[in-house]
């Protein structure tokens, strides 16, 4: 992709970047790799997670290679303005367990000249645009698609195929519960769901 070089540093405004993808593909080493820069560049950093995330640690963002970084966990989007006086960096994790108002939060702190770093899953597991991600995907000035390997045909994936039984929206697990496939791998995995489900109706 070339970009062209338009900085003008007269303009004090931050940014928006969105780091979006499937389960295990990455998303959430991305988002720490990046926060960690910005640290060793003795940037004021602070992150923040849902509290409804906790999967491996109450405390920090961790990836499923067991990469950490300090977070703090907040019950809604509008907490991460009461936390974010006099920072240069935000990184936000699982973005898409977010209320829609993490939106405004988002361009909030980048109007202020904060540069803002999100990861989350763009898809449910059902293939449909997951909460507040699009919108988010939408302003950002910067988009990075990441992607899993599927685990039938060793493909790109960019799909979250849910292996155990349950229709809830949110349902937080790992390689127990979810597994990345292909569109190919995806379509092939749901419609063998959907014979399954009839045949026990």
């Known amino acids: 992709m070339f970009l062209e070089n338009t900085v003008n540093h007269n303009e004090q405004f931050g940014w928006i970047e969105v780091i979006a993808g499937s389960m295990f593909s990455g998303k959430t080493e991305e988002l720490i790799r990046r926060l960690k820069r910005a640290t060793f560049a003795k940037q004021k950093v602070e992150i923040f997670k849902p509290a409804i995330d906790t999967r491996y640690d109450d405390e920090n963002v961790v990836s499923h290679d067991n990469n950490k970084i300090r977070s703090t966990a907040v019950q809604a989007a509008e907490n991460i303005r009461l936390l974010t006086s006099d920072v240069e960096v935000v990184g936000i994790d699982e973005a898409q367990f977010f209320d829609d108002e993490i939106v405004a939060v988002c361009n909030d702190l980048a109007n202020r000249g904060v540069r803002v770093i999100v990861a989350g899953l763009d898809m449910d597991f059902q293939g449909n645009p997951f909460g507040p991600m699009p919108a988010l995907m939408a302003t950002a000035e910067y988009v990075t ?21 349950s229709k809830d929206l949110v349902v937080l697990g790992e390689t127990d519960s979810y597994e990345p496939l292909s569109r190919g791998a995806y379509y092939k995995a749901t419609h063998q769901d959907e014979i399954k489900q009839k045949q026990m109706e």
Do not use: D, P, Q, W
């Open 145 to 165: 698609k990441v992607h899993a390997v599927c685990t039938r045909t060793g493909n790109l994936a960019h799909y979250s195929h849910r292996t155990i039984a």
